[in-house]
């Protein structure tokens, strides 16, 4: 149980576009999801957390207007990345929070490689 | 603000020697903290989580300790394998928000 996906596993695109990553629980439903980024040999950086139905609440420093976040149901988060360009390229992970919320435990997406030519 | 801290950083050990990686925090009012392994290129999976009550927690060949007060944990792994090779990373929760080491890259030699 606990299982969380991200669609795609990997995405390349040109600089100037736009790229939407997924995240689902599959088998619970989240009331909170959370999106990190994670660069070589570094560790996850929170950039916001996501609750259902309500706007995300971001991290200092992550602009809100380029990292879009929607988390329009209990199983479905997506992180859109707009007018993205080469320093956005980096892992981007998901993770979820079950319906008791509060201090439990996160379960982590396998995440998303995104680059950016 | 939370600043977690994995020492080493890198730590290269032969097929079947004990591996200890420390973890410390600098917030001791943590209401958890947890232990995830990560491989190259993929997510994390979850080894252990202690509970701020608790001293430790064991998991196969893998025990982790929390002394709250002193900031600090240590994960165990007994009779390395060489799959045990990944980057292990500890996380602390408070204020609902998880706070990341840089991680200790561990390479388990045949």
């Known amino acids: 149980g606990a299982v969380v996906s991200q669609h795609p596993s990997w995405v390349i695109c040109k600089s100037g576009t736009s790229v939407k990553i997924e995240c689902r629980s599959l088998?619970?439903?989240?009331?909170?999801m959370f999106w990190y980024r994670q660069f070589p040999k570094q560790s996850l950086m929170l950039m916001a957390t996501?609750?259902?139905?309500?706007?995300?609440?971001?991290e200092q420093g992550v602009e809100k207007d380029k990292f879009l976040i929607n988390h329009a149901s209990l199983t479905l988060s997506t992180l859109t990345v707009t007018s993205a360009h080469p320093e956005d390229s980096s892992f981007y992970i998901c993770?979820?929070?079950?319906?008791?919320?509060?201090?439990?435990?996160?379960?982590f997406g396998p995440g998303t490689r995104l680059t950016v030519l | 603000k939370q600043e977690v801290t994995q020492i080493p950083a890198a730590l290269s050990v032969p097929e079947g020697e004990n591996l200890v990686l420390n973890c410390s925090f600098t917030?001791?009012?943590?209401?958890?903290l947890q232990w995830f392994r990560q491989d190259p290129g993929k997510g994390l999976t979850s080894l252990l989580l202690i509970q701020s009550s608790q001293r430790e927690q064991t998991s196969g060949r893998l025990n982790a300790s929390l002394d709250k007060s002193s900031g600090r944990s240590t994960l165990y792994i007994a009779a390395s394998q060489p799959g045990d090779s990944a980057t292990y990373l500890c996380?602390?929760?408070?204020?609902?928000?998880?706070?990341f080491g840089a991680g200790t890259t561990v390479t388990v030699r045949a």
């Open positions: 993770s979820a929070k079950g319906l008791a919320g509060g201090h439990n435990e996160q379960f």
């Open positions: 996501s609750n259902e139905g309500s706007k995300a609440t971001y």
């Open positions: 088998d619970f439903q989240a009331t909170t």
């Open positions: 917030d001791s009012a943590i209401y958890n």
């Open positions: 996380a602390v929760d408070n204020d609902y928000k998880l706070s």
